[in-house]
């Protein structure tokens, strides 16, 4: 409409857009799925507004499985990139190479594959950094589902935090359902505890250790503190410690009941979860 009055490569710098994408838009024939639809955008705008740590991919499953429209990532991305809008991006981890040091075997050997709930575990503590002290969570990932089978959080990184948290996940879980259970964790000297190391033989659970400095042996478990502090602890800059427990109480019962995720068939961790279980009690 406005090429005849100004040129059409200052119309498409205005507008965000190629003027090399603009012709083949022309040249393709004005198809409606790359026109710009004001239905669509503010469905992307609304779920990223109520989420707004969401990736393409998630609101991409987020919108399928909420309003049954099915959209591709580039066209959630094109309508994301038309606001100027994008998910938080998680701060990168630095990498160590691979050391042998320990004697308790790595029986992981950086395998995550899993063929049924509760065959591979894997367990970590981070830290929680609020305005008034320092505060540690240390929790327990399925590899099957990526859910959070247990948790817990304390002002101490003691002995206890993680003998607390191992305790509550083998209570939730029969010992016919975690039958050849697999529970691996890095070098710290909690996972290396004499206290720690029987708990686990008592319950015919096998451990495994991460080599020395090898932070990707376990990053499974590093995976998820990435998402909780991005998508639950950043997002508060004024945290204090007699908060920080409901905080972490309603994030898990999200991420566990209503996160999407892509690798697990675009369901939620505890969706997924029950998809393998059911047969069981057919």
């Given at each position: 409409?406005?090429?005849?009055?100004?040129?059409?490569?200052?119309?498409c710098r205005l507008l965000g857009c190629s003027r090399s994408g603009y012709y083949d838009w022309i040249k393709i024939g004005?198809?409606?799925?790359?026109?710009?639809?004001?239905?669509?955008?503010?469905?992307?705008?609304?779920?990223?507004?109520?989420?707004?740590?969401?990736?393409?991919?998630?609101?991409?499953?987020?919108?399928?499985?909420?309003?049954?429209?099915?959209?591709?990532?580039?066209?959630?991305?094109?309508?994301?990139?038309?606001?100027?809008?994008?998910?938080?991006?998680?701060?990168?981890?630095?990498?160590?190479?691979?050391?042998?040091?320990?004697?308790?075997?790595?029986?992981?050997?950086?395998?995550?594959?899993?063929?049924?709930?509760?065959?591979?575990?894997?367990?970590?503590?981070?830290?929680?950094?609020?305005?008034?002290?320092?505060?540690?969570?240390?929790a327990i990932k399925d590899l099957y589902d990526k859910s959070i089978i247990s948790y817990q959080v304390s002002s101490?990184?003691?002995?206890?935090?993680?003998?607390?948290?191992?305790?509550?996940?083998?209570?939730?879980?029969?010992?016919?359902?975690?039958?050849?259970?697999?529970?691996?964790?890095?070098?710290?000297?909690?996972?290396?505890?004499?206290?720690?190391?029987?708990?686990?033989?008592?319950?015919?659970?096998?451990?495994?250790?991460?080599?020395?400095?090898?932070?990707?042996?376990?990053?499974?478990?590093?995976?998820?503190?990435?998402?909780?502090?991005?998508?639950?602890?950043?997002?508060?800059?004024?945290?204090?410690?007699?908060?920080?427990?409901?905080?972490?109480?309603?994030?898990?019962?999200?991420?566990?009941?209503?996160?999407?995720?892509?690798?697990?068939?675009?369901?939620?961790?505890?969706?997924?979860?029950?998809?393998?279980?059911?047969?069981?009690?057919?």
């Amino acid at each position: 409409m406005l090429k005849r009055k100004y040129p059409v490569k200052l119309i498409c710098r205005l507008l965000g857009c190629s003027r090399s994408g603009y012709y083949d838009w022309i040249k393709i024939g004005r198809p409606k799925y790359k026109a710009f639809d004001q239905t669509i955008n503010d469905l992307v705008m609304q779920v990223y507004k109520e989420h707004d740590d969401m990736g393409i991919r998630r609101i991409r499953m987020e919108i399928k499985t909420v309003y049954g429209l099915i959209l591709s990532n580039r066209t959630i991305y094109r309508y994301m990139r038309i606001n100027g809008v994008q998910a938080t991006v998680r701060v990168k981890q630095r990498v160590y190479p691979k050391v042998a040091h320990h004697d308790i075997l790595n029986e992981l050997q950086r395998n995550f594959t899993t063929e049924r709930p509760n065959q591979k575990w894997s367990i970590d503590i981070t830290y929680i950094f609020c305005k008034d002290r320092l505060m540690y969570m240390c929790a327990i990932k399925d590899l099957y589902d990526k859910s959070i089978i247990s948790y817990q959080v304390s002002s101490r990184i003691d002995l206890s935090l993680v003998l607390d948290t191992v305790r509550y996940a083998l209570l939730n879980v029969t010992d016919s359902l975690r039958e050849g259970l697999i529970l691996h964790s890095d070098q710290g000297w909690h996972f290396t505890h004499l206290e720690y190391c029987n708990l686990l033989k008592n319950h015919q659970v096998k451990q495994s250790i991460s080599y020395k400095g090898s932070s990707v042996d376990n990053v499974p478990i590093e995976s998820f503190f990435a998402i909780f502090k991005t998508e639950c602890i950043y997002k508060h800059k004024e945290l204090y410690s007699k908060n920080v427990k409901s905080l972490i109480d309603k994030y898990m019962w999200y991420y566990n009941n209503k996160r999407l995720q892509e690798k697990i068939k675009e369901l939620a961790p505890v969706q997924y979860r029950n998809l393998a279980l059911k047969p069981l009690f057919i």
